[in-house]
RNA sequence: GGCCCCAUCGUCUAGAGGCCAAGGACACCACCCUCUCAAGGUGGAGGCACGGGUUCGAAUCCCGUUGGGGCUGCCA
């Protein structure tokens, strides 16, 4: 890819589109160039076009190879392909290198050798920010040790065609001379991506908002570079805010992509959620397949404000998809959470059969993956301890608890160990103890489940067995203050 | 400060001049279902930031104000 395409010879010939997406490896991936990552990638799908991935590593201090990583691994989960890449900007070096001495010798650009400092206390003084030409006319040799920074014309309104936003107008008079290659020679980002974008023949530029504003001095790189090549599409889709709605953070926000997989939120359940952050579809519906999503998807329909990336109604779409599963599917997607070496128990102690006749039970409870180990943990966990709070209000505080849990040890010492039947015995302790199931099963529950709240009691204590059973509810009547 | 963007329930949104006494979803509240918890069902509360225009008619168009945000780096 470093070579440019051949000239179109019949203007009206469809150009193949080509979307890029071109993350900076400077930090952990986060949600928002999530969305905007599978923005490209629905519209690549949805014109049947490309969609390349771009490593911009021009700031050699900040990125890290392991934050590439993470981004791959990222999208990789979401399912969010790309057809071409990654490419490296890191690698592509000679290109940008060209670019500049091209600008220099055809004197668009020039070099500079203003420190960062004389500059800022220059512009202190000045009521117009931004650099003020000081090296224009000094016409110094570009070499080493100075910058080479962009002729701005002091006249005329440079315009962006925005795709959400419709035309920006930008005077040029409000443009600085902005650097393109720093004074230690490393390109910055402005060059580097007109150049690539030039270069591996970008057709549209789906990025976030923050970029609008370097949008007129790409505009005007891309006259200086493209020989006549016809500018790619803008489209600036809105930012993700967190609560204080400011722009999610790497830095502030713990938002990271990775966090959400390790959660166990399922990644068919953040890509729609996500793209319902500043697009919907025209007939409102909100469980969207790829698919669909892909056939719906218009620039023209994105939304121009930001959007708050809300985590209970990302829970809601996840629990929408985890029930959505089979059971076998759900059982295999939560094999992960039940091996992972955080899990309650001693992994000895699993059985995967047992999960696995329960599984139906734990599908309709947990909103995430992460939550699986939690409801099955009173199954595996040895010793067993149960929850203290739980204890004390179902069973300490409780004067009946006593009797009922010595009802239910003579009743389910003989009992068959199956749902029908633990209930009617349970219902009968209830009866002795003139309380309703719900209320007689509480001490029950946290005796033998450790939780107030959780499985269905009868089926749990199936899985659980008779042997097991009556140990916890004696040791659960040996503990009962005063008893 | 300068440049730029944005503005419908708490949140995500539908709405492209009359079909809107503004619809849906999440969250919230109540009730139903129910062995707990979920899930599900029913109902409820809750919004067009403000002010001027344009128009027979404006959430929808224009202007202004206010508010929020982004950029303002030899980061991306």
Redesign the pocket.
């Given at each position: 890819m470093a070579t440019l395409p051949a000239p179109m010879s019949d203007s009206s010939a469809p150009i193949s589109p080509r979307v890029r997406f071109?993350?900076?490896p400077?930090g952990y991936f986060h949600v928002g160039g999530a969305r905007t990552a599978l923005f490209n990638w629905l519209l690549a799908r949805r014109l049947g076009g490309r969609f390349v991935l771009r490593i911009?590593d021009?700031?050699r201090e900040?990125s890290d190879p392991a934050w590439t990583e993470g981004i791959l691994s990222a999208l990789t989960w979401l399912g969010v392909a790309w057809d071409e890449g990654p490419f490296f900007q890191s690698e592509r070096r000679h290109l940008y290198d060209a670019a500049a001495a091209r600008l220099f010798a055809e004197g668009r650009a020039y070099a500079?050798?203003?420190?960062?400092e004389t500059v800022k206390a220059r512009t202190d003084q000045r009521a117009v920010?931004?650099?003020d030409g000081f090296c224009r006319g000094r016409a110094l040799p570009f070499e080493r040790g100075r910058?080479l920074r962009y002729r701005v014309p002091d006249e005329g309104t440079t315009v962006v065609h925005d795709l959400v936003?419709?035309d920006?107008?930008?005077?040029n008079a409000?443009i600085e001379d902005f650097?393109l290659v720093?004074?230690?020679g490393d390109p910055?980002?402005v060059l580097a991506v007109v150049v690539d974008d030039l270069d591996m023949a970008i057709t549209h530029v789906i990025r976030a908002?923050?970029?609008?504003?370097?949008t007129p001095k790409a505009v005007l790189l891309w006259d200086a570079l493209a020989d006549g090549h016809p500018l790619p599409a803008f489209a600036h889709v809105p930012?993700l805010?967190n609560e204080?709605?400011?722009?999610l953070s790497k830095r502030r926000d713990r938002v990271a992509v990775e966090d959400y997989r390790a959660l166990g939120y399922l990644p068919e359940a953040m890509v729609n959620y996500l793209a319902?952050?500043?697009w919907?579809p025209?007939d409102?519906r909100?469980v969207l397949s790829r698919q669909e999503m892909i056939d719906e998807f218009r620039l023209e329909?994105v939304?121009?404000?930001?959007?708050?990336f809300?985590e209970?109604?990302l829970l809601?779409f996840n629990?929408l998809y985890l029930?959505a599963l089979s059971v076998d599917e759900f059982i295999e997607r939560a094999r992960p959470f039940l091996e992972s070496d955080q899990v309650p128990w001693r992994p000895e102690h699993f059985d995967t059969a047992v999960f696995s006749a329960l599984a139906p039970l734990v599908q309709?409870?947990a909103g995430t993956l992460g939550e699986v180990p939690g409801l099955v943990e009173f199954l595996f966990a040895e010793p067993f301890e149960p929850d203290p709070d739980a204890f004390a209000k179902a069973i300490a505080s409780d004067p009946e608890a006593g009797r009922i849990l010595e009802a239910a040890i003579a009743i389910l010492e003989s009992v068959e160990f199956s749902?029908a039947a633990l209930?009617r015995a349970i219902e009968e302790v209830a009866e002795q103890a003139g309380r309703k199931?719900?209320k007689a099963?509480a001490p029950i529950?946290v005796a033998t489940m450790g939780r107030?709240?959780?499985?269905?009691?009868?089926?749990s204590l199936e899985a659980l067995g008779r042997e097991r059973t009556l140990e916890r509810l004696n040791a659960a009547l040996g503990r009962i203050p005063g008893a």
């Open positions: 071109a993350p900076s400077t911009e021009t700031d900040r500079c050798d203003c420190s960062p920010p931004g650099y910058a936003r419709g920006v107008e930008f005077q409000t650097v720093k004074s230690n910055l980002f908002e923050e970029h609008l504003p370097t930012v805010v204080r709605r400011q722009k319902l952050l500043g919907s025209a409102g909100e329909d939304l121009r404000s930001p959007a708050f809300d209970r109604r809601h629990g029930r309709e409870r749902p209930r199931l719900g099963q529950r107030s709240t959780g499985l269905p009691l009868f089926e």
